[in-house]
């Protein structure tokens, strides 16, 4: 009998210490906490539904005019390529070259603003007292669409080249100068902390301690505006900027389609060959190769389909060898 107790004893003491490590057990009220509901979750979703919904019905939409858009579209494209005025194309590509002249000035003219200000701008290089009023002018330049500004410099500079130039630095101004002090102020400090325990001044620290580490990142960001401003260009001409774009609202209004069609060509190839021109520089400047971004493309791609051919072999090695 004594036995028999000892035995029990036993068992309620280690059943007591299993409960004990376990913790205490939770009470019927205290269980996992219920999901929660996500009413202002749905509340948000059905918000927005309302708001595109409305805004669909806002707009005036002529659905007979969607059924009859392809049968336009299709007998627009021939009117304009079914042949173009290939007559035009020494007219057409003088005035896409201007408005890549227009593009180019204006670039650089921002470019030679918004980079000071975007050293100015950079945290940890200026007090706040002068950073945050350079960042308030680059966010309202980049608030207002070069167009506008196009609009309200008209009857100041006149319709000409030279407004839509002024345009597009300002525009520059205002992103070159954001992503500027960005990339500022994600450089390695300790090229910075170097120079200033050597005693560097302000614009030492900049030149020695900042402007190394993020010229790759700068000088891309030129480049990738330039292309940006090449097609802000095309479009200011629409409102009397001249270049491309005022001769194409020109043959549109007169509906000379096959001149129009000429136009599309021109400004379609020598964006593109821009974009082509300005990518192969980005990329020696970042990766130190020259090479066009459709021979990366391609490389990749090819990269690509020979990993994917070559993993089965792959795994069917890995399973010999086991």
Do not use: C
Not at 271 to 281: E, F, P
Request: glycine share 10%; net charge positive.
């Amino acid at each position: 009998m004594t036995a028999v107790t000892t035995r029990a004893s036993l068992r309620r003491g280690q059943a007591q210490g299993t409960a004990a490590a376990q913790g205490p057990s939770p009470s019927p009220g205290t269980g996992r906490p219920r999901k929660p509901l996500g009413i202002l979750r749905k509340a948000i979703w059905v918000l927005i539904t309302l708001i595109v919904l409305a805004a669909f019905w806002s707009v005036d939409i002529s659905w007979d005019a969607l059924a009859t858009f392809p049968q336009k579209l299709v007998h627009y494209l021939g009117l304009m390529f079914l042949p173009p005025a290939w007559a035009k194309f020494p007219d057409a590509l003088g005035a896409t070259m201007l408005s890549v002249a227009m593009a180019w000035f204006g670039t650089v003219l921002g470019i030679v603003i918004s980079f000071p200000l975007s050293l100015l701008a950079a945290r940890g290089l200026m007090p706040a007292v002068v950073r945050w009023p350079l960042r308030g002018v680059f966010a309202i330049l980049r608030a207002v669409p070069e167009v506008v500004i196009a609009v309200l410099m008209l009857s100041v500079t006149g319709l000409t080249a030279f407004t839509g130039a002024l345009a597009i630095a300002l525009g520059s101004i205002g992103t070159l100068g954001k992503w500027g002090y960005e990339s500022f102020e994600s450089v390695d400090r300790g090229a910075i902390e170097a120079a200033t325990a050597a005693g560097a001044s302000k614009v030492q620290i900049m030149r020695w301690g900042v402007w190394p580490n993020a010229k790759p990142d700068v000088l891309a960001f030129w480049l990738y505006r330039f292309e940006i401003s090449v097609r802000a260009s095309a479009i200011l001409g629409l409102i009397g900027a001249g270049g491309i774009g005022k001769m194409l609202i020109d043959n549109i209004q007169f509906r000379v389609w096959d001149v129009v069609g000429m136009l599309m060509i021109v400004v379609v190839v020598v964006t593109m060959l821009i974009d082509q021109i300005s990518g192969t520089v980005r990329a020696r400047i970042i990766t130190g190769r020259w090479e066009l971004p459709v021979v990366s493309a391609l490389r990749r791609r090819s990269a690509r389909r020979a990993r994917a051919l070559a993993s089965p072999t792959v795994r069917e090695d890995e399973g010999s060898l086991r």
